[in-house]
Nanobody, 118 residues
Framework: QVQLVESGGGLVQAGGSLSVSCVAS????????MGWYRQAPGKQRELVAT???????SVAGSVKGRFTIARDNAESTVYLQMNSLKPEDTAVYYC????????????WGQGTQVTVSS
């Protein structure tokens, strides 16, 4: 089992910045991919950004140039720096850890709210 604990998020005005972080613990296996997804009310969960244990990143077009993902492998932590926030970025942000353990496994954090006011 892998446990994910998220922190950060909150309320910010449009144009502002926020950061969220997620620490993974438990049966960490490598290689793996950690990342962030978000779900706005009435919408499906969508990819925001992911980063592999090797450092390869994937960033959604809607946030490219505004959001930056990074990780600290030694601490099994993933960070998401969110700049130039827009009201449409308002969502619950979920941390994800996935990869091939004994089988393909995917774990989710409990989610953290990010609210951007106009």
């Amino acid at each position: 089992q892998v446990q994910l604990v998220e922190s950060g998020g909150g309320l910010v005005q449009a144009g502002g910045s926020l950061s969220v972080s997620c620490v993974a613990s438990g049966s960490i296996f490598r290689p793996n991919t950690m990342g962030w997804y978000r779900q706005a009310p009435g919408k499906q969960r969508e990819l925001v950004a992911t980063i592999t244990s090797g450092g390869s990143t994937s960033v959604a077009g809607s946030v490219k140039g505004r959001f930056t993902i990074a990780r600290d492998n030694a601490e099994s932590t993933v960070y998401l720096q969110m700049n130039s926030l827009k009201p449409e970025d308002t969502a619950v942000y979920y941390c994800n850890f996935k990869g091939w353990g004994p089988t393909y496994l995917s774990y989710w954090g409990q989610g953290t709210q990010v609210t951007v006011s106009s």
